[in-house]
């Protein structure tokens, strides 16, 4: 009778660990719906149209991979994400350094360092599409700055968004003048957090600046610039409203991104699986990136341990 | 604590007790974790039930229609004019939403395919037409009864038929007896914009344009401001020419036909106005293009209609009173570029019958004639664009006319996008290196031309039913 009573109030009692242990994830249950239908749900939808075909409107079945192998058989998609790879390239490296020597320069004491700051990220709180209607403005012939500017200084007009590579470069100086302050915000905020002791010591030791910089400040900041960089290039990849306004991927071909040509695929052209196709390969692109940034991340920690 | 004090005391304290006495004894267990799940559980059904219950719904018992549109201002005396007048005579209220073009597409193709019955009446871009038939995103009006005013203009009137009465077909649909699925509400047209202090009166050909260009001298007046941006842009500018040199965009069978003789030499009389464009015509939409116009820096260009009422605008144009109108200029024939706005009536529609009134109602000569008078539309009958009123106060009618009657429609297909995009990109290429060389015009035409066409036909032997 002892023993069946024992065995009774073992049962209870692990009936009501495991309640208590079930608990916490019963209260997770709400977000995982949400990032489901958010996240999941749509990532999944993508791929089954990616496999399907589309003809007026109508999805008319199964097809394969036939949408992969016509996405890749596409001159006009490998020149679209190499052009968008030579995009990111430039914006993301000039707005990292911008963003650094900026930050460096504002982390000091500076008098006005509160209305710097706040005027550095003006751009970046203005909407893309909007950023994309000033620049238009400013790079239009006759009616805008950039062309009697050039004139005034003794230069022939750019016309800079007439031709292929000035296009290519108004838009690097677009994103440029709109992101930098995000890296800039990022690596200040870096810069403040970095331990002092070792820098002190450097300086005490004799460091000049520079030594300082690229010795200690730089190998500290590194896990810092790394997020900085990874979150600035899955962003640059999405680049849209800019160009679409600016360009709209032209002259020719020479600012088409694959964000510009996966939307006209599905939206203009109709053709939802072979635009589907194009995105999960660039998903597929863009987790390569990612893996290979944390795996230097976690071996940039190894060494520093 | 004074005597009142303390009485009130007594009695809230009373109160306190009677409530607790009265309390159910469900309130006074102690709650448990799986407690708290099952009534936020049951809580949260309640709230979604009442929400659903109580939540306003969209009544169409008194007969009203929903119209559905993308933003233009053409469609203005329509949105606020028009509609209100309707239901004053006929007491249905029309519910009218408007949003961004690209939005609307997609919105409006949603709504159709899962006949969700938002809207009654799409208001459409008139290449949209093919696509949303084929898939029955909208209903055919023949079928529903629909009668089409005759004094309609045949050129616009085509324009909703599915497939189409003329040109080439798709496989699927060959044998196919053209039906009515939407019809043309404004009678959008590429027509000749000529400042008349160039032109004594209206050219006639690509030539008189060409002698009056001559005659410009840069930065002061240039003689021709075109659309060169990539797409649709500059395929706008160079339909006109196309047309008018007797080329076809596509031919009956599906081959490019803008890549043969005619296609290039019109290409290439686009070209010879390289010297007399202004800076970075290359990149114009048509806010650059117009501009230009405006500004009084150029003597003639074409584009649709909707730059009509802006030329006499003194807050927008400094040329006021001296931009005349005509039909697009001719080589073998005047070849106008059609884009009309179009009206369907969705698929699942909740009241087709106020729908069909409506349509009915607005394309109506009566109406049509009120339009073209008292706002200068675009109408889309013939009485009204020849009116001698309405011409009289708006001298632009008689141009819309004639360019309607000599207009060519582009290739009827849900791939036409796409053809535009590809012949869009190559002619922009073709422009930038034109202007870049200033010569080689005849090579350079033909080399992008044939490009344009290879990938064209490429995509189509892709896509099927063409070949």
Redesign the interface.
């Known amino acids: 009778l002892s023993a069946t009573a024992e065995t009774v109030e073992e049962r209870e009692s692990r009936a009501r660990r495991l309640r208590t242990a079930a608990v916490p994830y019963l209260l997770l249950v709400p977000a995982i719906v949400a990032l489901a239908a958010v996240s999941l749900y749509p990532t999944i939808d993508g791929v089954r149209a990616s496999l399907h075909r589309y003809r007026y409107a109508l999805d008319t079945g199964y097809t394969g991979g036939d949408n992969f192998v016509a996405v890749y058989g596409d001159a006009v998609f490998w020149k679209a994400m190499a052009t968008t790879v030579q995009f990111i390239v430039c914006t993301v490296s000039i707005e990292t350094l911008l963003g650094l020597l900026l930050a460096l320069v504002v982390a000091r004491e500076l008098r006005f360092a509160g209305l710097i700051r706040v005027t550095l990220i003006l751009p970046m709180t203005i909407a893309p599409v909007v950023v994309g209607v000033i620049w238009r403005l400013l790079y239009a012939s006759g009616i805008g700055v950039v062309d009697p500017l050039f004139q005034a200084l003794g230069f022939d007009a750019p016309n800079v968004l007439a031709h292929g590579l000035s296009a290519f470069l108004g838009l690097v100086v677009v994103d440029v003048w709109e992101w930098t302050p995000l890296m800039f915000l990022i690596i200040l905020a870096g810069l403040h957090s970095l331990p002092q002791d070792p820098i002190e010591a450097a300086r005490v030791d004799g460091a000049n600046a520079f030594q300082t910089f690229f010795h200690h400040t730089l190998p500290l900041l590194r896990p810092v610039l790394l997020v900085a960089v990874v979150l600035r290039t899955i962003d640059a990849v999405g680049t849209f409203d800019q160009v679409y306004v600016l360009t709209k991927g032209g002259p020719g071909t020479a600012t088409q991104l694959i964000s510009i040509y996966a939307y006209n695929t599905a939206f203009l052209f109709s053709q939802y699986g072979r635009a589907m196709a194009m995105l999960i390969s660039l998903l597929a692109c863009l987790l390569l990136l990612m893996a290979a940034a944390v795996h230097f991340m976690r071996r940039s920690a190894e060494i520093a341990e | 604590m004074t005597e009142g004090q303390a009485n009130q005391s007594t009695t809230r304290e009373r109160k306190m007790s009677d409530k607790n006495a009265k309390t159910p004894k469900l309130l006074k267990q102690p709650l448990g974790?799986?407690d708290v799940?099952k009534r936020g559980l049951a809580g949260t059904v309640a709230l979604a039930g009442a929400a659903t219950v109580l939540s306003p719904r969209r009544s169409y018992a008194s007969g009203a229609i929903t119209i559905g549109s993308f933003q233009d201002n053409a469609m203005a005396p329509f949105r606020d004019y028009f509609v209100k007048e309707f239901t004053k005579e006929t007491g249905i209220a029309v519910n009218y939403n408007e949003t961004n073009y690209?939005t609307w597409?997609?919105n409006c193709?949603n709504d159709g395919?899962n006949k969700t019955g938002a809207y009654d009446i799409y208001v459409m871009d008139d290449n949209w037409v093919p696509?949303?038939a084929?898939?029955k995103?909208v209903q055919s009006l023949d079928q529903l009864g629909f009668k089409a005013n005759q004094d309609i203009l045949p050129k616009g009137l085509e324009m909703g038929l599915w497939p189409p009465k003329s040109g080439a077909r798709m496989k699927d649909f060959a044998s196919a007896t053209p039906e009515l699925y939407s019809i043309v509400i404004i009678d959008d047209v590429e027509i000749l914009y000529y400042n008349a202090d160039h032109f004594p009166s209206a050219p006639e050909t690509w030539d008189d344009i060409f002698k009056v260009a001559q005659t410009t001298k840069a930065?002061d007046m240039y003689g021709w401001s075109p659309r060169?941006?990539?797409?649709n842009a500059i395929v706008q500018t160079y339909l006109p020419l196309l047309n008018s040199y007797g080329a076809n965009f596509v031919n009956e069978d599906w081959t490019p036909g803008f890549a043969e003789k005619a296609g290039v030499a019109a290409l290439s009389r686009l070209f010879s106005f390289i010297p007399y464009f202004?800076?970075?015509?290359?990149?114009f939409d048509t806010a650059?293009e117009t501009?230009?116009m405006l500004e009084g820096k150029c003597t003639a260009l074409t584009e649709y209609t909707g730059l009509v009422n802006r030329v006499d605008d003194p807050a927008s144009s400094k040329v006021v009173g001296k931009i005349n109108m005509a039909t697009t200029p001719k080589q073998e024939k005047h070849g106008p570029a059609i884009g009309t706005f179009i009206a369907s009536i969705a698929s699942g529609a909740k009241n087709t019958e106020g729908a069909l009134q409506f349509l009915q109602w607005f394309t109506s000569s009566k109406v049509q004639l009120e339009f073209a008078r008292k706002f200068g539309g675009a109408a889309v009958t013939g009485s009204a664009l020849t009116d001698a009123e309405a011409a009289g106060k708006h001298r632009w009618l008689p141009a819309i006319a004639d360019s309607i009657n000599n207009s060519v429609q582009k290739p009827r297909t849900?791939?036409e996008?796409?053809m535009e995009?590809i012949l869009g990109?190559?002619l922009?290429?073709a422009l930038?290196e034109a202007?870049?060389a200033k010569a080689n015009y005849d090579a350079i035409a033909q080399a992008h031309l044939q490009a344009a066409a290879g990938e064209i036909t490429d995509y189509l032997k892709?896509?099927g039913g063409y070949f």
């Open positions: 974790r799986r799940i690209d597409y997609q193709k395919l696509e949303f084929a898939a995103i930065p060169g941006l990539k797409g202004p800076e970075g015509a290359a990149a650059e501009q230009v849900p791939d996008p796409k995009d990109t190559h922009n290429m930038v202007i870049a892709q896509q």
